[in-house]
């Protein structure tokens, strides 16, 4: 195990960075399309429950099935793997997002409008702000998941470490097999785990320290 992880350690690395910068950039976007779309729906009930439906009977959806419907007419590459990692991100942000925003003491609000506040204003500046930490709670839950969703990608040529599992289990009882899919598993494990403490010190920075008490 340690000559197969020496031999290929630059390519170990550079896998990694794709894996990481795949999830990264399909969290980002996630996080934008979910917080938009709970700020369009949370004020309605029936907008609302659409929304959990959604959200709930998403994750009911295999991500190998979906992964390979892509293929006829995305191909081969990285778009695929981007449209199925940020669908799957979608989903508990978008969930927590509602959560969060239906959950503010209406109280509040009223008050801010009652100061003159646009609508706008009220969900930028009040309402957004104190749903951030139930938001941030739903990108730390979805960047778990899809960082394994991720390696299942490489089925369609994806970037990330998920060629060493497919790779080693294509070949499985051959030589570096059981090697080249431990490497990948362990590698997604500890991205994991390095992507959720930089969520934890976002959290940190973004959310006031009155919220956080």
Not at 147 to 159: D, E, K, N, R, S
């Amino acid at each position: 195990m340690f000559e197969f992880v020496e031999s290929r350690f630059d390519q170990i690395l550079f896998a990694s960075w794709q894996h990481f910068s795949l999830v990264a950039q399909c969290l980002i976007i996630a996080t934008v399309l979910a917080v938009v779309t709970a700020g369009l729906v949370y004020r309605s009930p029936a907008l609302r429950s659409a929304a959990n439906s959604v959200s709930a009977i998403g994750l009911t959806i295999p991500a190998f099935a979906l992964v390979g419907l892509l293929i006829a007419p995305f191909g081969f590459g990285v778009v695929p793997a981007v449209i199925v990692v940020v669908f799957f991100a979608v989903l508990p942000i978008l969930r927590n997002a509602v959560v969060g925003l239906t959950s503010i003491d209406r109280s509040v609000i009223e008050s801010a409008r009652g100061i003159g506040m646009t609508r706008f204003q009220v969900l930028r500046r009040i309402e957004l702000p104190m749903a951030w930490p139930v938001i941030l709670a739903g990108i730390r839950v979805s960047a778990q998941m899809v960082m394994g969703i991720a390696a299942i990608t490489a089925y369609v040529l994806g970037p990330g470490l998920g060629g060493f599992i497919f790779t080693g289990l294509s070949r499985l009882g051959g030589a570096n097999s059981l090697e080249s899919v431990v490497t990948g598993i362990v590698a997604v494990i500890i991205l994991a785990l390095i992507l959720d403490f930089l969520l934890v010190g976002l959290g940190r920075l973004t959310i006031s320290r009155g919220i956080r008490v």
